[in-house]
């Protein structure tokens, strides 16, 4: 049988008393046994584990399916036909299903982790685009700067590049401080109209 072969060099009985005993078991636990059920667990637990390792190779993720499987053989054990099949096959090919859907889920959740990073890295560029964009803005008010007399450039280039407060920058440059802001309230809207801006 396939699910057999994929469990090479796992100990599986050849002579069927495990399958045939696990046939029963299962029969007992649909009747919800649970006596049946911790038995059907110790003997076959060893070789379901070992077949979800191999597909899975991550021990951890292997417990958790482990117990996922057994858990649905806890709930779906009345779907086991005995006149169908062995009981261990039925249950090895329950947990090589389980763990292909881990495998795929994994997949699943890596492929979409790669999607988020290139949407990321997309995200960088756009960035890019926005200090080239923030680059370009200060070229054109560099250059709306200098259509202003040169006190009021001289105002205004000290407060938003230099830092300075208007009564800072009247005591740098000798001037009252209601001149400096009166040049600064006319530089700034000078400005606005050689940018364009709606005040």
């Known amino acids: 049988m396939l699910v ?3 469990i090479d060099g796992v100990d599986v009985p050849e002579d069927g008393s495990a399958g045939d005993l696990a046939a029963d078991l299962l029969v007992r636990v649909s009747d919800g046994d649970q006596h049946a059920f911790a038995e059907l667990y110790d003997m076959l637990s060893p070789r379901v584990f070992a077949l979800i390792l191999r597909v899975l190779v ?3 993720q292997s417990e958790e399916v482990l117990q996922e499987v057994f858990l649905e053989i806890w709930q779906s054990a009345g779907r086991f036909a005995p006149n169908k099949g ?3 096959s039925w249950v090895l090919t329950i947990a090589h299903r389980r763990a292909v859907d881990r495998v ?6 890596a492929d979409r982790d790669n999607r988020i ?5 997309d995200t960088d560029r756009d960035l890019v685009a926005e ?3 923030s680059r370009m803005e200060g070229d054109r008010v560099v250059a709306a700067l200098a259509t202003l007399p040169e006190a009021q450039q001289e105002a205004l280039v000290l407060a938003y590049y230099g830092g300075y407060s208007q009564s800072e920058i009247a005591a740098l440059v000798g001037t009252p401080l209601g001149t400096i802001k009166t040049r600064m309230r006319d530089g700034l809207s ?3 109209t ?3 801006v709606i005040a």
């Open 4 to 6: 057999e072969m994929v």
């Open 58 to 60: 991550n021990r951890s």
């Open 86 to 88: 062995q009981g261990r």
């Open 104 to 109: 795929r889920s994994s997949q699943a959740s």
């Open 117 to 121: 990073g290139v949407r990321d890295l």
């Open 131 to 133: 200090v080239v964009e």
């Open 190 to 192: 000078r400005l606005r």
């Open 194 to 196: 050689e940018l364009g």
